[in-house]
């Protein structure tokens, strides 16, 4: 099985600030590679997929990259509807697998 | 837009079966572009994917899971379902019913919480 992991584990940042997190997949996964958010209480949202694709509607400022094994999530330019959980995916091969989550939470 | 809704019991006691129902409006369940996929969150935890089904009735699943997993497709009613059988406490969990596309999952329900508890 594939173990994915983030980091890091919570982070916290301003309104205006740039993140990067982080994603690390225990064997290469090309770019089979997707960013999902949780907000407490609601289902995750697919804010990425193919490692860099814009999922529609999400906004530019989400930014994803990498392939093989590294992968990385950027926000450009924190608003204060991005504070929330973030998970990483694998699709590369059964079982999927995802991420243990960055919370990212307001300074 | 494609909608999907869980629907099934809250609560069951140890050994006895979990069933949950995903009904999915807006959009085909027998689109050549889709599988469909169930995926569960322990409270205060970390996502795990359970299984996924075609519209064929083709299905995958997570070993994790042994073989207490069935997942079957109703396209007449528009429905994917999920069995888990034996269940226990760790299997306590919010359940959601997801659509694959390009292997990630791209539309959500909005997840029902079920317990297991004596």
Do not use: F, H, M, N
């Given at each position: 099985d594939i173990q994915m992991?983030?980091?890091?584990?919570?982070?916290?940042?301003?309104?205006?600030?740039?993140?990067?997190?982080?994603?690390?997949?225990?064997?290469?996964?090309?770019?089979?590679?997707?960013?999902?958010?949780?907000?407490?209480?609601?289902?995750?949202k697919l804010l990425i997929y193919a490692a860099s694709s814009l999922e529609s509607g999400v906004p530019s400022r989400f930014r994803g990259s990498g392939s093989g094994t590294d992968f990385s999530l950027t926000i450009s330019s924190l608003q204060p509807e991005d504070f929330a959980t973030y998970y990483c995916q694998q699709g590369d091969s059964v079982p999927y697998s995802f991420g243990q989550g960055t919370k990212l939470e307001i300074k | 837009q494609v909608q999907l809704q869980e629907s099934g019991p809250g609560l069951l006691k140890p050994?006895?079966?979990?069933?949950?129902?995903?009904t999915v409006s807006g959009g085909s369940l027998t689109s050549g572009s889709y599988y469909w996929s169930w995926?569960?969150?322990?409270?205060?935890?970390?996502?795990?994917?359970?299984?996924y089904i075609y519209h064929s009735g083709s299905t995958n699943h997570n070993p994790s899971l042994k073989s207490r997993v069935t997942i079957s497709v109703d396209t007449s009613k528009r429905q994917f379902s999920l069995k888990v059988r034996s269940v226990t406490a760790a299997d306590t969990a919010v359940y959601y019913c997801a659509r694959v596309r390009s292997w990630s999952f791209d539309s959500w329900g909005q997840g029902t919480l079920v317990t297991v508890s004596s």
């Open positions: 992991t983030q980091s890091p584990s919570s982070v916290s940042a301003s309104v205006g600030d740039r993140v990067t997190i982080t994603c690390r997949a225990s064997q290469s996964i090309s770019t089979w590679l997707a960013w999902y958010q949780q907000k407490p209480g609601k289902a995750p | 050994s006895e079966t979990l069933s949950l129902t995903c995926l569960r969150q322990p409270p205060g935890k970390g996502l795990e994917w359970i299984g």
